[in-house]
């Protein structure tokens, strides 16, 4: 049973626009939530995080919006720029010392 | 500062035989995970480590999976004997305490034949 789900596999962007990446979770329990992007060949770096307590988070051109009454949370990444084409991992726990959970990802691709 | 880091980087096999893989984390980190990532899917975890001790094995395959982190520093990961389900990337990620950001290393692709 898949506690976090990452429903686009994909996402194509033009550069400049806002990129929108879902997220959806299952366990009630969770309220710390984290995004990770990868390139190939190399692990997966930390980007941004929110816990429940708030609603939003903000760093630089990344945001990160929590629906804790949908169980859903969004990044948006404004403007998107080619550098930006990786994939995402949403990741979820219970408790700041709680185990970290991934959705399978969401391979973004920004074109010039 | 330097990353994290695992070798090797790739390791082929046939099913069957033992592979080990190691991991020396970001210096001062108290907390080390090794995750396995099947292609198409999500890390993983299977074994958390706070300094020497296992803090969390409950997805480690114990039967085949053994992890070591002795001195509390480095790290290694052995599978023996290895199946064909095993083929995936190893990736290994510390944090300074169990509350904090997880840093990954670059990952070992494991491809048993």
């Known amino acids: 049973d898949q506690q976090v789900k990452q429903n686009s596999p994909s996402l194509s962007v033009q550069e400049g626009r806002i990129s929108i990446l879902n997220c959806d979770y299952t366990n009630s329990m969770f309220d710390y939530f984290l995004w990770y992007k990868k390139y190939p060949a190399e692990g997966p770096t930390f980007l941004i995080s929110?816990?429940?307590?708030?609603d939003k988070n903000e760093d630089g051109r990344f945001t990160v919006f929590l629906n804790k009454s949908a169980k859903h949370l969004s990044l948006h990444i404004v403007p998107s720029q080619p550098g930006d084409s990786a994939v995402y991992f949403c990741?979820?726990?219970?408790?700041?010392?709680?185990?970290?959970?991934f959705g399978k990802g969401t391979k973004l691709s920004v074109k010039p | 500062e330097a990353g994290v880091a695992q070798s090797p980087r790739y390791k082929i096999i046939e099913k069957r035989q033992s592979v080990a893989f190691w991991c020396n984390p970001i210096s001062g980190h108290a907390t080390l995970y090794w995750y396995q990532q099947i292609l198409g899917q999500g890390p993983k975890l299977l074994i958390q480590?706070?300094?020497?001790?296992?803090?969390?094995d409950s997805q480690l395959p114990k039967d085949r999976f053994s992890a070591e982190r002795l001195k509390g520093v480095d790290s290694t990961l052995k599978i023996q004997p290895a199946k064909l389900e095993d083929s995936a990337v190893y990736l290994c990620a510390s944090s300074l305490n169990r509350q904090e950001t997880q840093y990954f290393g670059p990952g070992t692709r494991l491809l048993v034949l």
């Open positions: 480590f706070q300094n020497n001790g296992v803090v969390d």
């Open positions: 929110i816990s429940s307590i708030k």
């Open positions: 990741a979820a726990s219970a408790g700041s010392q709680g185990n970290l959970i």
